[in-house]
């Protein structure tokens, strides 16, 4: 190492080098002074619209600067640390920001220059970190001084920022703080970079490339302001290419995940990453997610194992890459699809169209899952009971549940298991009636709001279909009234526009074989109508006809309610003993007078 020169002659080379950096960019006029006095500072940059000319019209803004040099051994790597004065940092907050250089220097040809974006949102939190130490420790990054775009991009960001952060929030650090100060926030938001080479690539690794200020604007209040700094860990660009494998849509988009080290990932679902380089093509995959997922994840694999043709986008796969399977074989690969096909179709033939998420199974699940599919699709005896012996019942696997039935295996070896929504023996009677006395219905009928919110297997679509393949009775037709009004509970609470068609099909099904009950049937009829429109002139007058003395005041009620007559509604509603009150509130039509 040569001599180290006098601190006067560091600090000189330390400002030329900085200098003849940001020359290079043509719109930028150092103003440092060599052996300045002035507290805190050494000078500014002066930032310029163009090259052609420096003048006062076309100035963009000033930066101030501090500059320190040290000659070094060695550089350190890309970050750097340095004690500063805490006074100096109150003065910059004061000011509203610096950019704070750090020049090393092994030799008067070699050196590194690093910065810190001093705005006040930092130094603030710098200053309230120190208390009452006299100097205090700040991180620095290298300065891209042969890199014009990004030099600009730093220096613009600065100006922008310094401006966003004129006035801030007070006792706000971070964004753990702002619920504690009980400030409703309308949006967050942060500065992307204007200036340099603006490609969506660049735009990008430069969002990963170093913290970024995350800004708030409260509710009620115009300006936006500076809650927190984070490190942006991956941005994730959804591109709506299909992926296909032997002319199937496995996935029908690929998710690009830009990491800070500018490496990229593709990702196909949440279980399969490829990622791609000069030399390598790498697959990760770990048979994790729904069973849908694994699925298309199994027939990917399968599809590279063989080296069939895998078009993404439009543009087909390579297929000359070596690639790790983890030690699975092509048999391994068909015998795992084979299994999931098989699942799926069991799952599909007791109507259950939620997707499994197998990743999550214990191997208690794993094992009823098995007996379920082999007695669905093999009628093999499995050991599922109703407290020790046949009967209804729900089992649950993962985050799915479906109700089956079970009935006694010959030479009692185990229970055959099937849907319950299949049973075709199901017999209704009223107590105390014979059973040879009742009549088979469809097992719809025993369907609550309960029932629909937490069972897998009930298939709306078969709801209609199943009630109308049964001979109507008047029991039946009491059972299928009870239906409706669970129904109109669900939706209630689910607002699906499909249950209300399936209620006024079940409508029309009564109305068509008993002309006894059209008051009930056509008020069931109008409340269903009313939560998807307004209700016609016709209907109005029809509900009218239904206020008159000698009506039941259930009905008058139930008019009243529709036609929004709330007060009405109310003294009628005072008219009927508590018991009956209970048993009102528990229909849904009740919803329509509270909401």
């Not at 694994?294 to 194992?305: D, S, Y």
Request: aromatic share 8%; glycine share 4%; with cysteine.
């Amino acid at each position: 190492m040569a001599d180290k020169p006098n601190s006067n002659v560091i600090e000189m080379a330390s400002i030329n080098k900085l200098k003849d950096a940001v020359l290079r960019t043509e719109i930028i006029e150092p103003e440092i002074h060599e052996n300045d006095k002035t507290p805190s500072w050494d000078g500014e940059l002066r930032l310029y619209k163009s090259r052609e000319s420096f003048s006062k019209n076309r100035l963009v803004g000033r930066i101030p600067v501090q500059v320190k040099g040290a000659w070094v051994e060695r550089f350190q790597k890309s970050r750097a640390s340095f004690q500063v004065n805490v006074s100096d940092l109150q003065n910059y907050l004061t000011d509203g920001g610096v950019m704070f250089f750090l020049v090393q220097i092994k030799s008067y040809d070699a050196y590194k220059i690093y910065y810190s974006a001093l705005l006040p949102f930092d130094l603030r939190k710098l200053v309230e970190r120190a208390g009452k130490h006299q100097t205090a420790q700040i991180e620095l990054e290298e300065f891209p001084a042969r890199d014009k775009d990004g030099m600009l991009r730093i220096l613009h960001a600065f100006l922008e920022n310094k401006k966003r952060q004129a006035t801030l929030l007070p006792d706000v650090f971070s964004l753990q703080d702002i619920p504690k100060k009980k400030i409703e926030i309308e949006r967050f938001g942060f500065s992307l970079p204007q200036a340099g080479s603006q490609s969506k690539d660049e735009l990008f690794d430069e969002l990963l490339k170093r913290p970024q200020y995350v800004y708030a604007k409260p509710k009620n209040i115009s300006a936006t302001f500076a809650v927190d700094k984070i490190a942006i860990a991956e941005i994730v660009e959804h591109r709506n290419n299909p992926v296909k494998a032997n002319g199937e849509v496995l996935y029908d988009h690929i998710d690009v995940v830009r990491l800070p080290s500018q490496k990229r990932l593709y990702k196909l679902g949440t279980d399969v990453t490829i990622s791609i380089d000069k030399n390598s093509f790498n697959i990760n995959y770990a048979f994790q997610g729904t069973l849908h997922e694994q699925i298309c994840e199994t027939k990917l694999i399968l599809a590279l194992m063989k080296k069939q043709p895998i078009i993404i986008g439009g543009r087909k796969l390579p297929t000359d890459f070596s690639l790790d399977f983890h030690e699975h074989t092509i048999d391994d690969a068909s015998n795992r699809l084979a299994a999931l096909l098989r699942i799926d179709k069991a799952l599909k033939g007791i109507h259950i169209k939620k997707d499994l998420n197998l990743g999550n199974l214990s191997e208690k699940e794993w094992r009823g899952l098995n007996h379920l599919v082999n007695g669905i699709m093999e009628q093999q005896p499995v050991p599922f009971n109703i407290n020790g012996e046949a009967g209804i019942g729900k089992l649950s696997i993962g985050n799915m549940t479906a109700l089956l039935a079970t009935k006694e295996a010959p030479n009692k070896t185990g229970f055959l298991v099937t849907d319950f929504f299949a049973v075709t023996d199901l017999v209704l009677t009223r107590n105390g009636m014979p059973i040879d006395e009742g009549c088979t219905v469809s097992p719809y009928v025993m369907v609550t709001e309960d029932l629909l919110n937490t069972i897998d297997n009930i298939d709306l679509e078969e709801i209609v279909p199943s009630i109308k393949k049964f001979p109507y009775t008047t029991l039946y037709s009491e059972k299928i009234v009870l239906l409706i009004l669970e129904l109109l509970k669900y939706f209630d609470a689910e607002n699906n526009p499909v249950i209300l068609d399936i209620i006024i099909q079940l409508i029309d099904f009564l109305k068509k074989n008993d002309k006894s009950q059209d008051e009930l049937y056509e008020i069931n009829r109008l409340q269903t109508e009313k939560r998807r429109r307004k209700l016609s002139r016709e209907e109005i007058h029809y509900l009218m006809s239904m206020k008159q003395s000698g009506i039941p005041l259930q009905y008058q009620l139930a008019a009243n309610i529709l036609l929004e007559s709330f007060q009405e509604a109310q003294m009628i509603y005072e008219m009927f003993p508590v018991s009956e009150r209970q048993i009102f509130d528990t229909f849904p039509i009740k919803n329509l007078w509270k909401n």
